[in-house]
């Protein structure tokens, strides 16, 4: 499939703000949708509605680094209900959550791409419909493979 990663192309050493999408295999953590925009998608991951105010941490100093969150929060933080639709449906990846090291780099989704498949900030963005069918065949055990 198609897809854009990161303006920093892939990285084996990503860090807080770099635009590098991670080397490595993660695991589907679940799905975030707008529930204005999007239908719960047909997958057997868990998934939720999104919330206007979603947010998730990318303060590498605060104690919810790399987190979801609400906003308005007092550290940095990222608006997951955008404007833009990338992140109309959103895949939490399985990269720095489990023992989350500060500065290593914050939420690495999958997500939309845009029209053009213009660079993420260090994400993996598909297509609609390749999301869409990405999403059908997940379960607990899918992962993605970036290298």
Same mark, same amino acid.
Do not use: Q
């Given at each position: 499939?198609?897809?854009?990663?990161?303006?920093?192309?892939?990285?084996?050493?990503?860090?807080?703000?770099?635009?590098?999408?991670?080397?490595?295999?993660?695991?589907?953590?679940?799905?975030?949708?707008?529930?204005?925009?999007?239908?719960?998608?047909?997958?057997?991951?868990?998934?939720? &509605? +999104?919330? $206007? %105010? !979603? =947010?998730?941490? #990318?303060?590498?100093?605060?104690?919810? /680094? *790399?987190?979801?969150?609400?906003? @308005?929060?007092?550290?940095?933080?990222? &608006? +997951?209900? $955008? %404007? !833009? =639709?990338?992140? #109309?449906?959103?895949?939490?990846?399985? /990269? *720095?959550?489990?023992?989350?090291? @500060?500065?290593?780099?914050?939420?690495?989704? +999958?997500?939309?791409?845009?029209?053009?498949?213009?660079?993420?900030?260090?994400?993996?963005?598909?297509?609609?419909?390749?999301?869409?069918?990405?999403?059908?065949?997940?379960?607990?055990?899918?992962?993605?493979?970036?290298?």
């Amino acid at each position: 499939m198609r897809c854009a990663v990161g303006r920093g192309g892939i990285s084996t050493a990503k860090r807080e703000g770099d635009g590098a999408t991670p080397a490595g295999r993660f695991a589907m953590r679940f799905v975030l949708f707008r529930p204005d925009r999007e239908t719960a998608p047909h997958t057997r991951l868990p998934s939720r &509605a +999104l919330a $206007r %105010d !979603d =947010g998730w941490c #990318d303060a590498s100093g605060d104690r919810a /680094y *790399n987190r979801m969150i609400r906003l @308005p929060y007092p550290a940095s933080a990222e &608006a +997951l209900w $955008r %404007d !833009d =639709g990338r992140y #109309d449906l959103i895949v939490p990846l399985g /990269y *720095n959550d489990v023992s989350v090291v @500060p500065g290593a780099g914050s939420a690495i989704f +999958l997500h939309l791409a845009a029209p053009d498949f213009a660079p993420t900030a260090g994400c993996v963005a598909l297509s609609h419909a390749d999301l869409l069918a990405v999403l059908a065949a997940a379960d607990a055990s899918s992962h993605v493979i970036v290298s």
